[in-house]
């Protein structure tokens, strides 16, 4: 069952650190000024998780104590779900109108977006974010001369529509039918 609830919140946001407990203790300093709503250079589960060994696992400290979960029914599948959007360059224009296509149709049911852009001639990283209708961004450091220029960005939400939001992205992009090099998944 703990097992099975690890699993879910990984599948919700891969990137969210989890921690085993005893008790309710946990880690000093692993819960509060974290940095969780920082945009770092690294929008990949894999390399957000690498930085810490820490996964929240409740459990029992004992053989006689239990762990205690609501009785909300199970839901057959999750509202919030979390996927990452991927190309190489990408025109400014094009990607702006794709972003701003999506905060206005799905505004309300974007809990959270993040990227981190390759734009053509542009030496730095453009780095965006936002939470429903409010989002910002600025130019971040360099890109290294031996690093892939890979556009990316997660997409947190309830109940969002992933493939017609991944077909609107390739086709913003100019990536549809095409791979892109390194490594995408989480």
Do not use: C
């Not at 599948?11 to 000093?28: D, W």
């Not at 974007?110 to 429903?132: D, S, T, W």
């Not at 360099?142 to 997409?155: F, L, M, Q, T, Y």
């Amino acid at each position: 069952m703990i097992e099975d609830l690890s699993e879910r919140l990984n599948r919700i946001n891969p990137r969210a650190l989890q921690q085993q407990l005893e008790q309710g203790r946990a880690e000093s300093g692993s819960l509060l000024g974290i940095g969780g709503f920082n945009l770092d250079t690294s929008l990949l589960a894999t390399e957000a998780n690498a930085r810490s060994t820490s996964r929240f696992i409740p459990h029992a400290s004992s053989a006689t104590d239990s762990v205690r979960w609501s009785s909300r029914p199970a839901a057959h599948s999750d509202e919030i779900s979390s996927f990452l959007l991927a190309a190489g360059e990408v025109d400014l224009e094009k990607i702006g109108a794709f972003v701003q296509s999506m905060i206005d149709e799905f505004g309300e049911t974007l809990l959270r977006y993040k990227g981190i852009l390759a734009i053509p001639n542009e030496n730095r990283k453009l780095i965006f974010q936002g939470v429903q209708r409010v989002a910002g961004f600025d130019y971040g450091e360099a890109w290294n001369p031996d690093e892939a220029r890979i556009s990316r960005i997660v997409i947190i939400g309830k109940l969002l529509p992933e493939e017609k939001l991944r077909a609107a992205f390739l086709d913003a992009t100019g990536t549809v039918g095409q791979s892109v090099e390194g490594p995408l998944a989480a």
